[in-house]
């Protein structure tokens, strides 16, 4: 676990609150949670929001329990190459 997106695929720096928003505004497409390839969870944790690339199955489980956050699943084209 642990990848993360902080750019869009023009190299500009995400925000720190809206990073579903300006994922979408970059092409991402909103979906539900059930794994598939370039999944990203979004997670809103208050003070920031966290990108994280669910790029595998039990990635997609862990990020999928429920606590409470409020989560945006997007498909994202470019997570690959943009996730560190």
Known sequence: MGKYINID???NGLPSIGKAKALVEDGAIITD???KPNLVCVVE???FDAAAYAHNE???E????FDGRPKT???YEHVEKLAK
Do not use: D
């Open 62 to 65: 862990l990020f999928g329990r």
């Open 45 to 47: 944790n208050g003070f």
């Open 73 to 75: 699943w997007l498909i």
């Open 9 to 11: 695929s023009k190299g």
């Open 33 to 35: 949670s059930s794994f």
């Open 58 to 60: 039990s990635e997609a």
